[in-house]
């Protein structure tokens, strides 16, 4: 793979932060984006704007052709078996409180839904509220001390009742990946469905849906080299259209009088209102872009990266890990005795290195390891090891100045 | 010496720092001098959470002079706390409520009194002004 070619495609890595080049290690909040991508939301709003699906005039269509094109090309990427089983969201969050009200709201009191300790706030919080509304039971699949879920448990908590099993294909926090496979097959097996929260995993491994098996899987535009405030859930046809609507409005109706509304089909009835139409617009480009690498390629130039950085951090005097899985992403969390990680944070900012420091919304992992929060080092394919042999030179530059 | 004049001090003294990494070293050190907050006060109600960091406010009134005694269990952030509590303290209830902090944003330190930056800072200049409010007689 040619590095120096990829980061040519994405201008933001020639900016300076004060006054010296940027280090990017913050890709698990958010990738940078390549030119096509940036060009793409342009043009649209340069040469294309208008609303789709009721216009007759020329640019409304125009636009709606580009609109649906990209969701032909994320069901093709993704191996979807129909293109209206991909649902256009504002990104993970929004895709997971679709699943967590529509999905929902076919539960009743006795039924469960089973998530993980390693799961992010957002695959928390709208399963809580879920079991708040409808007196559901919440079920957790634990975690051991290297970061890897404790599947034999999870065997156990499987039962009739389970309705739902939300869970997290790779940890944003500690880079685990998880075997999905086996938790989708055992939940399947008791008539459960899977939902898989993909927002750490597309950038960096080939994800097939109908391989997977799943029945949801959702993630963001933003995290895949796409613009902010867009992502997806793809779900199977079958179970989308036995869900009610989760939001009331436009596009999403067949006809409305004031006493009664029928809804349109898929994938409209969930896509309620004026959508974000150059962030899909966007994302189909941005999906394009995958396209045109090798993912094992990417993967394995990923690993060498994750590699070095985890033996050159190693010989840091004081330094701990966390996240330890046999297989994990480009993810490194760390602590180094007596720093706190926003220190560490803020100093690594003025030498123009970019990292993540606190809970990284995941504070159940946290408390699991008796920590506030760690300094999150995440790696995408344009970055390199120089950049890595930067980052430790700073490290050992602050950690005198820090320590007593 | 007033507020604004303890708040010049503080420019002129950061004015001879051309490199952030010498700046910082500077408040790291004020932080590591930061006299501390006594444990019996390092309770859940003078706790302020951050996202990133978190900070302990004590605040007394003697003779109608504001006393202030913090803590944090980030440096940088306690280095920014002393050069807070060294302007404000001492000087009447008043004044401490009526002071803006200009001087921070003068110096460059202005990220780390931002809403967004979750520190615990933003709400302990605020706490230190509601209790020289309460202070006010």
Same mark, same amino acid.
């Given at each position: 793979?040619?590095?120096?070619?990829?980061?040519?495609?994405?201008?933001?890595?020639?900016?300076?932060?004060?006054?010296?080049?940027?280090?990017?290690?913050?890709?698990?909040?958010?990738?940078?984006?390549?030119?096509?991508?940036?060009?793409?939301?342009?043009?649209?709003?340069?040469? /294309?704007?208008?609303?789709?699906?009721?216009?007759?005039?020329?640019?409304?269509?125009?636009?709606?052709?580009?609109? /649906?094109?990209?969701?032909?090309?994320?069901?093709?990427?993704?191996?979807?078996?129909?293109?209206?089983?991909?649902?256009?969201?504002?990104?993970?969050?929004?895709?997971?409180?679709?699943?967590?009200?529509?999905?929902?709201?076919?539960?009743?009191?006795?039924?469960?839904?089973?998530?993980?300790?390693?799961?992010?706030?957002?695959?928390?919080?709208?399963?809580?509220?879920?079991?708040?509304?409808?007196?559901?039971? %919440?079920?957790?699949?634990?975690?051991?001390?290297?970061?890897?879920?404790?599947?034999?448990?999870?065997?156990?908590?499987?039962?009739?009742?389970?309705?739902?099993?939300?869970?997290?294909?790779?940890?944003?926090?500690?880079?685990?990946?998880?075997?999905?496979?086996?938790?989708?097959?055992?939940?399947?097996?008791?008539?459960?469905?899977?939902?898989?929260?993909?927002?750490?995993?597309?950038?960096?491994?080939?994800?097939?849906?109908?391989?997977?098996?799943?029945?949801?899987?959702?993630?963001?535009?933003?995290? %895949?080299?796409?613009?902010?405030?867009?992502?997806?859930?793809?779900?199977?046809?079958?179970?989308?259209?036995?869900?009610?609507?989760?939001?009331?409005?436009?596009?999403?109706?067949? /006809?409305?009088?004031?006493?009664?509304?029928?809804?349109?089909?898929?994938?409209?009835?969930?896509?309620?209102?004026?959508?974000?139409?150059?962030?899909?617009?966007?994302?189909?480009?941005?999906?394009?872009?995958?396209?045109?690498?090798?993912?094992?390629?990417?993967?394995?130039?990923?690993?060498?990266?994750?590699?070095?950085?985890?033996?050159?951090?190693?010989?840091?005097?004081?330094?701990?890990?966390?996240?330890?899985?046999?297989?994990?992403?480009?993810?490194?969390?760390? %602590?180094?005795?007596?720093?706190?990680?926003?220190?560490?944070?803020?100093?690594?900012?003025?030498?123009?290195?970019?990292?993540?420091?606190?809970?990284?919304?995941?504070?159940?992992?946290?408390?699991?390891?008796?920590?506030?929060?760690?300094?999150?080092?995440?790696?995408?394919?344009?970055?390199?090891?120089?950049?890595?042999?930067?980052?430790?030179?700073?490290?050992?530059?602050?950690?005198?100045?820090?320590?007593? | 010496?007033?507020?604004?004049?303890?708040?010049?001090?503080?420019?002129?003294?950061?004015?001879?720092?051309?490199?952030?990494?010498?700046?910082?070293?500077?408040?790291?050190?004020?932080?590591?001098?930061?006299?501390?907050?006594?444990?019996?006060?390092?309770?859940?109600?003078?706790?302020?959470?951050?996202?990133?960091?978190?900070?302990?406010?004590?605040?007394?009134?003697?003779?109608?002079?504001?006393?202030?005694?913090?803590?944090?269990?980030?440096?940088?952030?306690?280095?920014?706390?002393?050069?807070?509590?060294?302007?404000?303290?001492?000087?009447?209830?008043?004044?401490?409520?009526?002071?803006?902090?200009?001087?921070?944003?003068?110096?460059?330190?202005?990220?780390?009194?931002?809403?967004?930056?979750?520190?615990?800072?933003?709400?302990?200049?605020?706490?230190?002004?509601?209790?020289?409010?309460?202070?006010?007689?």
């Amino acid at each position: 793979m040619n590095i120096k070619a990829i980061r040519s495609q994405f201008p933001i890595l020639e900016e300076k932060i004060h006054g010296k080049p940027l280090v990017y290690f913050d890709n698990g909040a958010t990738t940078q984006k390549p030119l096509s991508v940036i060009q793409r939301v342009n043009d649209y709003y340069s040469k /294309e704007n208008a609303n789709i699906h009721r216009g007759v005039h020329t640019l409304s269509q125009e636009a709606t052709t580009a609109y /649906e094109n990209a969701r032909n090309t994320i069901q093709e990427y993704l191996g979807a078996k129909q293109s209206h089983e991909i649902l256009f969201t504002k990104g993970t969050t929004d895709s997971i409180n679709l699943v967590a009200f529509s999905f929902g709201e076919l539960l009743n009191a006795d039924d469960e839904v089973i998530i993980s300790a390693m799961e992010h706030h957002s695959n928390i919080v709208p399963w809580q509220m879920l079991c708040e509304r409808k007196g559901c039971k %919440l079920r957790v699949i634990p975690m051991n001390e290297k970061g890897e879920l404790e599947l034999d448990v999870y065997d156990t908590l499987l039962s009739e009742k389970t309705k739902l099993v939300a869970v997290t294909h790779i940890s944003n926090a500690l880079g685990t990946v998880n075997n999905v496979e086996h938790i989708i097959e055992k939940a399947h097996a008791v008539g459960a469905k899977v939902l898989i929260d993909g927002a750490q995993s597309i950038q960096h491994i080939k994800v097939n849906v109908q391989d997977l098996g799943c029945d949801f899987y959702a993630f963001s535009g933003h995290k %895949l080299f796409g613009p902010t405030g867009i992502g997806v859930l793809y779900g199977k046809e079958e179970i989308l259209n036995q869900m009610p609507p989760y939001q009331g409005g436009g596009d999403m109706i067949k /006809e409305v009088t004031l006493e009664k509304t029928t809804y349109n089909e898929l994938p409209h009835k969930f896509e309620a209102g004026t959508p974000n139409i150059a962030g899909g617009i966007g994302l189909g480009t941005a999906f394009e872009f995958l396209n045109s690498l090798n993912m094992e390629d990417v993967l394995k130039h990923e690993q060498e990266l994750l590699n070095y950085a985890t033996e050159e951090l190693s010989k840091i005097e004081g330094i701990q890990f966390y996240g330890e899985a046999e297989e994990k992403t480009s993810v490194i969390s760390f %602590l180094i005795d007596g720093l706190h990680p926003y220190d560490v944070g803020t100093l690594l900012d003025k030498m123009g290195i970019a990292v993540r420091t606190g809970h990284h919304c995941t504070q159940p992992i946290m408390d699991q390891f008796g920590i506030p929060g760690t300094i999150r080092a995440s790696f995408a394919l344009y970055n390199t090891k120089e950049e890595i042999d930067l980052f430790i030179a700073a490290l050992n530059r602050i950690i005198p100045i820090l320590q007593d | 010496m007033s507020i604004k004049e303890k708040e010049q001090e503080i420019i002129d003294e950061f004015a001879i720092y051309e490199d952030w990494m010498d700046k910082y070293e500077y408040i790291i050190e004020l932080g590591k001098e930061l006299p501390l907050i006594e444990e019996q006060y390092k309770t859940e109600d003078r706790l302020i959470k951050g996202c990133q960091s978190q900070v302990w406010l004590n605040a007394e009134c003697i003779d109608n002079k504001m006393n202030f005694t913090a803590d944090s269990d980030a440096i940088i952030t306690k280095g920014i706390i002393a050069l807070l509590i060294r302007v404000v303290n001492d000087e009447s209830p008043e004044d401490v409520a009526r002071s803006e902090f200009k001087f921070i944003k003068e110096i460059g330190l202005q990220e780390h009194l931002s809403p967004t930056r979750s520190n615990g800072l933003v709400s302990m200049v605020k706490d230190m002004k509601l209790n020289a409010l309460k202070a006010v007689k």
